[in-house]
């Protein structure tokens, strides 16, 4: 998929797929879509076209991040992250692929559990 403004120049790579929300290795993707200079991985090719008919559907202003799994109420770090999700500006870091699946559930209930959490700044860099 080629951004509907043009190609540009790939200035990243967003490790998790964005309709699972499942940390993805890239060398065993079954596709990828570059949006907005990112490049997304897919594991399978139904996400991938699921992704690619409504972008900014899976694709969210993420304001902060925190690297805890307000599901389990557990720490996490960006190695033993296994899924990822985005509620309310704040995109939560959580320890198993089963926790994205209760955020999206439920995602006001689960983040009521992470409220003594501190969440990171997202800082974006434009470049040129």
Not at 49 to 73: L, Q
């Amino acid at each position: 998929m080629q951004e509907r403004s043009g190609p540009r120049k790939r200035v990243g790579v967003f490790e998790y797929d964005p309709v699972s929300g499942w940390k993805i290795d890239a060398t065993k993707a079954q596709g990828f879509s570059d949006y907005k200079a990112i490049r997304y991985y897919f594991a399978s090719a139904g996400e991938k076209r699921t992704f690619d008919s409504a972008p900014t559907r899976y694709i969210t202003d993420v304001k902060a991040e925190a690297y805890h799994c307000p599901v389990m109420d557990q720490d996490t770090t960006s190695k033993d992250a296994a899924s990822c999700g985005d509620y309310k500006g704040v995109r939560y870091y959580m320890c198993c692929t089963v926790c994205i699946k209760k955020l999206r559930e439920n995602p006001a209930h689960v983040t009521a559990n992470a409220k003594g959490i501190n969440p990171l700044a997202v800082v974006i860099v434009k470049n040129g």
